[in-house]
Antibody, heavy 123, light 108 residues
């Protein structure tokens, strides 16, 4: 079955950087777009970024306005791994970050989701 | 940005009762709407996509309807495992994907 396992979360100071990883298994990783979605503590869901199945340059990557220019999504097909490089972190970036497989390639529905990794931005 | 407004914020019902959750979009999203269920401490799970299609493995007691700006998620008879928070999400305004604020279905 499909499995997505996030890692890399932790505590970071404002202005700092962090890289999240999402190890994927149970499906043909190179055939599906992938998303990052976040959830601030006790709050709702916010889409963060998407990379197409063939994402290797900027034209195949999309970002929420709130993270554009600070976050970079990427993927390594040889490792079946999705990444989120987060720079210039702010307190409002504190959240559980979920990676999610696109439902059918590029449908922009999220299915399934990983268990999430918590990022805390605090001094 | 398309804003999704869910109502009510909290729904208090008993097992076996029918639940009706609403999601209203600030502008038409056609049928490009999905519903997710999230239980405490867990990741969300896709229930319904394209307004009315059940995802794989989702029980038939879950159904979705609507188009344009008004959508409904109906749970025909609540099971104990259905008490959770439900979110709607639109994909009409790509590359902006937005979620509603959620409806919590709690045990009365």
């Amino acid at each position: 079955q499909v499995q997505l396992v996030e890692s890399g979360g932790g505590v970071v100071q404002p202005g700092g950087s962090l890289r999240l990883s999402c190890a994927a298994s149970g499906f043909t990783f190179s055939s599906y777009g992938m998303h990052w979605v976040r959830q601030a503590p006790g709050k709702g869901l916010e889409w963060v970024a998407f990379i197409r199945y063939d994402g290797s340059d900027g034209s195949n990557k999309y970002y929420a306005d709130s993270v554009k220019g600070r976050f970079t999504i990427s993927r390594d097909k040889s490792k079946n791994t999705l990444y989120l490089q987060m720079n210039s972190l702010r307190a409002e970036d504190t959240a559980v970050y979920y990676c999610a497989k696109d439902f059918s390639g590029w449908s922009n529905w999220f299915d399934p989701w990983g268990q999430g990794t918590l990022v805390t931005v605090s001094s | 940005e398309i804003v999704l407004t869910q109502s009510p914020a909290t729904l208090s019902l008993s097992p076996g009762e029918r639940a009706t959750l609403s999601c209203r979009a600030s502008q038409s999203v056609s049928s490009f709407l999905a519903w997710y269920q999230q239980k405490p401490g867990q990741a969300p799970r896709l229930l319904i996509y394209d307004a009315s299609n059940r995802a794989t493995g989702i029980p038939a007691r879950f159904s979705g309807s609507g188009s344009g700006t008004d959508f409904t998620l109906t749970i025909s008879s609540l099971e104990p495992e259905d008490f959770a928070v439900y979110y709607c999400q639109q994909r009409s305004n790509w590359p902006s994907l937005t979620f509603g604020g959620g409806t919590k279905v709690e045990i009365k």
